[in-house]
């Protein structure tokens, strides 16, 4: 199976900054890493997919960019709303392991 | 729009048996590739198991954890997925979400786009 490694497990920002958020990978899968943000009680929403493409509808201050088997989620200019858990997640072969999960709450 | 309501889930002894269900609206439902992922209280997402569409021959995958007492199934008449959850162990006790598997605009690159609200199994004596 794949190994999703992600850091930090929780981050602490403030409105208007930028974060980064990585994940690693136990073995190259191109670009099959999506980025999800999941709030209390709501459903998961997808952020980004093949590793660096904006879903349809989500804000342009969230990106994605792919070095070998690192990964990361860059949010732009934090708003209130982006407060909330991130994961990762390979869809290069199943299972389809997520990562660990990076709480963003406000400092 | 593209709605996924799950329903199913309650309290459960161990060792017993549950069905749940995912209803689907707002696409096309027999094309479509069909996952289940869980999260236990306090814990992050965990994979649990797809079924493809029948087009693309049926097959179902599942997370070591539950392979032999999870069955992912689906009925594409009545554009809902099922997960039926055998023996349950305390450690199942999570939200369970449905979501779909969609190769994004035509590319190779596959993500879960709709996801549903999540049913709570609670396994308690």
């Known amino acids: 199976d794949i190994q999703m490694t992600q850091s930090p497990s929780s981050l602490s920002a403030s409105v208007g900054d930028r974060v980064t958020i990585t994940c690693r990978a136990s073995?190259?899968?191109?670009?099959?890493l999506s980025w999800y943000q999941h709030r209390p009680g709501k459903a998961p929403k997808l952020l980004i997919y093949?590793?660096?493409s904006l879903q349809s509808g989500v804000p342009s201050r969230f990106s994605g960019s792919k070095s070998g088997t690192d990964f990361t989620l860059t949010i732009s200019g934090l708003q209130p709303e982006d407060f909330a858990t991130y994961y990762c997640?390979?869809?290069?072969?199943?299972?389809?392991?997520f990562g660990q999960g990076t709480k963003l709450d406000i400092k | 729009e593209v709605q996924l309501v799950e329903s199913g889930g309650g309290l459960v002894k161990p060792g017993g048996s549950l069905r749940l269900s995912c209803s689907v609206s707002?696409?096309?439902?027999?094309?479509?590739?069909m996952t289940w992922v869980r999260q236990a209280p306090g814990k992050g997402l965990e994979w649990v198991g797809r079924?493809?569409?029948?087009?693309?021959?049926?097959?179902?995958h599942y997370a070591t954890p539950v392979k032999g007492r999870f069955t992912i199934s689906r009925d594409d008449s009545k554009a809902t997925l099922y997960l039926d959850i055998d023996s349950l162990r305390f450690e199942d006790t999570a939200i369970y979400y449905c979501?779909?598997?969609?190769?994004?605009?035509?590319?190779?690159?596959?993500?879960?786009?709709?996801w549903g609200q999540g049913t709570l199994v609670t396994v308690s004596s």
């Open positions: 979501a779909t598997d969609t190769f994004l605009y035509g590319g190779p690159y596959d993500a879960y786009d709709f």
């Open positions: 707002g696409l096309s439902f027999s094309h479509a590739w």
């Open positions: 079924i493809k569409s029948h087009t693309d021959d049926g097959t179902t």
């Open positions: 073995e190259r899968m191109s670009s099959y």
């Open positions: 093949a590793s660096s």
């Open positions: 997640q390979q869809t290069y072969t199943t299972p389809h392991t």
